[in-house]
């Protein structure tokens, strides 16, 4: 299984950018898709995250501007993010819950990061 995140790069403050994450490989099931950012210095975060039941839940500072969705035909999960702020700017992850064709469990996975800069 991989994860391919995309969708990062320069925007200025007030700005948008979409991430996506596309999984890839044997996948039976997707249990659970996030996405986590990891500014300079500091500890991954969860930003986002979405179940295959549909609940979703945000980090308290990015709600009202961030969006996280899913399409399942296509097992990618997106960001939209919106009036992005320099506080922003970090490496975001994605993250999956996935059960294999090979597995009788979820199994965590872990995209390579899309860095983020929102300029002042």
């Not at 391919?4 to 320069?10: V, Y």
């Not at 296509?74 to 970090?90: G, H, I, R």
């Given at each position: 299984v991989q994860l391919?995140?995309?969708?990062?790069?320069?925007v200025q403050a007030g700005g948008s950018l979409r991430l996506s994450c596309a999984t890839s490989g044997s996948i039976f099931s997707i249990h659970y898709m996030g996405w986590y950012h990891q500014a300079p210095g500091k500890q991954r975060e969860l930003v986002a995250f979405t179940t295959s039941g549909g609940y979703i839940n945000y980090a308290d500072s990015v709600k009202g501007r961030f969006t996280i969705s899913r399409d399942n035909a296509?097992?990618?999960?997106?960001?939209?993010?919106?009036?992005?702020?320099?506080?922003?700017?970090?490496v975001y992850f994605c993250n999956a819950a996935i059960q294999t064709h090979r597995s009788t469990s979820p199994i965590g996975y872990w995209g390579q990061g899309t860095l983020v800069t929102v300029s002042s």
């Open positions: 391919q995140a995309s969708g990062g790069g320069l296509k097992n990618t999960v997106y960001l939209q993010m919106n009036s992005l702020k320099p506080e922003d700017t970090a």
